[in-house]
């Protein structure tokens, strides 16, 4: 196998790990920050420098599924627990336990179908869609300290390769994500 591909396969594995991007909340080591410098067997930071740095995103952090599905429902609207496991390629039985967290929550509610189907959909709620910007915020000032000391075309570089990858995922599967019209990257063809 090219040397390339395999040391590719293994840099998405570790970003598919990164907790700067899916938060744990793991029992002696308080909130997802500052555990991947531990994991790495580097000593972890001190006390004060960990709290200044993860102060403003220490409530309640959501998981990376429940920032997913949350992020599926606000991009595209009340979908039902088979829509959702189909556009997430999950099965209905781990979509819908993974949404009775988020019901149970308050983070979402069932309504009737819009559309006068038979299944209930999902939609946010208020409190759901607050706790996912502030999730949004979190996420994105780790990245910002993440990223401080790369240049700006390197930032738009690595966003622009990783939604050409993404497109490229999401068109030889047949399930594309929503976005927002003009967001970075090449359009799917």
């Known amino acids: 196998m090219d040397r390339r591909l395999e040391r590719l396969e293994r840099e998405l594995m570790l970003v598919a790990r990164c907790s700067?991007?899916?938060p744990r909340d793991r029992k002696g080591h308080g909130t997802a920050h500052g555990t991947a410098a531990q994991e790495g067997g580097e000593p972890p930071e001190p006390a004060a420098a960990a709290k200044a740095r993860t102060?403003?995103?220490t409530p309640t952090r959501l998981d990376r599924s429940g920032y997913l599905l949350l992020s599926r429902l606000d991009a595209e609207g009340a979908m039902s627990i088979?829509?959702?496991?189909?556009?997430l390629q999950l099965d209905v039985s781990t979509?819908?336990?993974q949404t009775g967290a988020l019901l149970r929550a308050g983070l979402v509610e069932r309504i009737p179908d819009p559309d006068g189907g038979l299944a209930r959909k999902l939609r946010v709620t208020a409190q759901g869609a607050d706790r996912m910007a502030a999730e949004r915020t979190c996420r994105q000032t780790d990245?910002?300290?993440l990223l401080e000391s790369w240049p700006p075309e390197d930032v738009a570089r690595l966003e622009d390769v990783l939604t050409r990858f993404n497109?490229?995922?999401e068109r030889q599967e047949g399930r594309a994500w929503p976005r927002e019209p003009g967001e970075a990257g090449r359009p799917p063809e």
Do not use: I, M, Y
């Open 55 to 57: 102060e403003p995103c």
């Open 20 to 22: 700067v991007l899916t």
């Open 82 to 87: 088979g829509q959702l496991a189909d556009a």
């Open 143 to 145: 990245l910002s300290r």
């Open 95 to 97: 979509v819908n336990r």
């Open 167 to 169: 497109r490229e995922v």
